[in-house]
T-cell receptor, first 116, second 111 residues
Framework: SAVISQKPSRDICQRGTSLTIQCQVDSQVTMMFWYRQQPGQSLTLIATANQGSEATYESGFVIDKFPISRPNLTFSTLTVSNMSPEDSSIYLC?????????????FGQGTRLTVV | KQEVTQIPAALSVPEGENLVLNCSFTDSAIYNLQWFRQDPGKGLTSLLLIQSSQREQTSGRLNASLDKSSGRSTLYIAASQPGDSATYLCAVGSNDYKLSFGAGTTVTVRA
């Protein structure tokens, strides 16, 4: 299994500012994913964080709004830029299992963001 | 695009009853299916993973079945307890490790 640490666990931010969320994994992983969970909704994939190249974004998400860094195989950051109240959500990073038969997904504890 | 639906959206049962949570998906070409538990304002805890070649998985009081051809999975929780109160999420995995989530079933177990 993988242990994932996310920071911060929660934050309250002013609209128009940016917040960077960190995700640290206790082992090297090829793929890392960032998900968003808006209030009362389920999880939606934002992007795949690729080591050594630009992140791959899902439809409806753009790099200018959600820039992602992946400097090595154990760490990634997601920035929520120019925030508005609609960005209030839980943001979670995730990694898949590392074995051929171990494809279980693991999640960090999430970052609860409130934009006021 | 994979669409995942969970029924019911909410469920309230007295302690001791068995729980049956349903998940359906539109594209049967799945890699795996995973059930998660989420407590309010928290992250996700993995409960069970079913590979696409498997029909069911069991862990303690939990049993999950998978019928790929009909696009369905069911999570059974035996002898429910108040500590089982949470939101249960079904997630369908593709071969690129991306997950498509259902909206969840919120369970309340009354003491």
């Amino acid at each position: 299994s993988a242990v994932i640490s996310q920071k911060p666990s929660r934050d309250i931010c002013q609209r128009g500012t940016s917040l960077t969320i960190q995700c640290q994994v206790d082992s090297q992983v090829t793929m890392m994913f960032w998900y968003r969970q808006q209030p009362g909704q389920s999880l939606t994939l934002i992007a795949t964080a690729n080591q050594g190249s630009e992140a791959t974004y899902e439809s409806g998400f753009v790099i200018d709004k959600f820039p992602i860094s992946r400097p090595n195989l154990t760490f990634s950051t997601l920035t929520v830029s120019n925030m508005s109240p609609e960005d209030s959500s839980i943001y979670l990073c995730s990694v898949p299992g590392q074995g051929v038969w171990n494809t279980e997904a693991f999640f960090g504890q999430g970052t609860r963001l409130t934009v006021v | 695009k994979q669409e995942v639906t969970q029924i019911p959206a909410a469920l309230s049962v007295p302690e001791g009853e068995n729980l049956v949570l349903n998940c359906s998906f539109t594209d049967s070409a799945i890699y795996n299916l995973q059930w998660f538990r989420q407590d309010p304002g928290k992250g996700l805890t993995s409960l069970l993973l079913i590979q696409s070649s498997q029909r069911e998985q069991t862990s303690g009081r939990l049993n999950a079945s998978l019928d790929k051809s009909s696009g369905r999975s069911t999570l059974y929780i035996a002898a429910s307890q108040p500590g089982d109160s949470a939101t249960y999420l079904c997630a369908v995995g593709s071969n690129d490790y991306k997950l498509s989530f259902g909206a969840g079933t919120t369970v309340t177990v009354r003491a």
